[in-house]
Antibody, heavy 116, light 112 residues
Framework: EVELVESGGDLVQPGGSLRLSCAASGFTFSNYWMNWIRQAPGKGLEWVAHIKPDGSEKNYVDSVKGRFTISRDNAKSFLYLQMNSLRAEDTAVYYC?????????WGQGTLVTVSS | DVVMTQTPLSLSVTPGQPASISCRSSQSPLHSDGRTYLDWYMQKPGQPPQLLIYEVSNRFSGVPDRFSGSGSGTDFTLKISRVEAEDVGVYYCLQTIQVPWTFGQGTKVEIK
């Protein structure tokens, strides 16, 4: 059974940093594109970034370019999101999701709150 | 960026009645590989989104057949033939033809 479990969400001050993790199990992690998608409180969904199976291609939404970095460890089946220079508008539940152009599997999400 | 516009933004439906949600994209999600990368997701309160329909009209595994998707070009529709209480939630369309992938604003479906 495919399972994705996010962790690392926390309360952080503006300008601070945080690293999110997504532990994957139940499938061959190294075969799949992986994504981060976020949802601000009471708002809609926003795709944040994705990464190719071998890590050679990464894409980001403009609002996080230069601040966030997506990465993966295929040996450990982990997906990461390093978030720097955090802003209040980055406050959201962050979901990891599996696959390329279709997203059939999602984690339960981890909450990031950026506030002083 | 490709802008996805959903209508209506909210819908109140009597159980057993049909419901329809429209999604219009600012650019066609038709890829050169012949596939149209337009999907529908539903998010129940307090849960992550779940895939309903992929590539316009393909129901994902386990999705009831009362859900159907259609459309072409830049206009797409999600239909629920007979709404049930468990269909309450927010429905989103998503295009994955061009980075950044973009979702519609969401349509909240409530039961009368």
């Amino acid at each position: 059974e495919v399972e994705l479990v996010e962790s690392g969400g926390d309360l952080v001050q503006p300008g601070g940093s945080l690293r999110l993790s997504c532990a994957a199990s139940g499938f061959t992690f190294s075969n799949y594109w992986m994504n981060w998608i976020r949802q601000a409180p009471g708002k809609g969904l926003e795709w944040v970034a994705h990464i190719k199976p071998d890590g050679s291609e990464k894409n980001y939404v403009d609002s996080v370019k230069g601040r966030f970095t997506i990465s993966r460890d295929n040996a450990k089946s982990f997906l990461y999101l390093q978030m720097n220079s955090l802003r209040a508008e980055d406050t959201a539940v962050y979901y990891c999701a599996r696959d390329g152009r279709i997203l059939p599997y999602w984690g339960q999400g981890t909450l990031v709150t950026v506030s002083s | 960026d490709v802008v996805m516009t959903q209508t209506p933004l909210s819908l109140s439906v009597t159980p057993g009645q049909p419901a329809s949600i429209s999604c219009r994209s600012s650019q066609s999600p038709l890829h050169s590989d012949g596939r149209t990368y337009l999907d529908w997701y539903m998010q129940k309160p307090g849960q992550p989104p779940q895939l309903l329909i992929y590539e316009v009209s393909n129901r994902f595994s386990g999705v009831p057949d009362r859900f159907s998707g259609s459309g072409s070009g830049t206009d797409f529709t999600l239909k629920i033939s007979r709404v049930e209480a468990e269909d309450v939630g927010v429905y989103y369309c998503l295009q994955t033809i061009q980075v950044p992938w973009t979702f519609g604003q969401g349509t909240k479906v409530e039961i009368k």
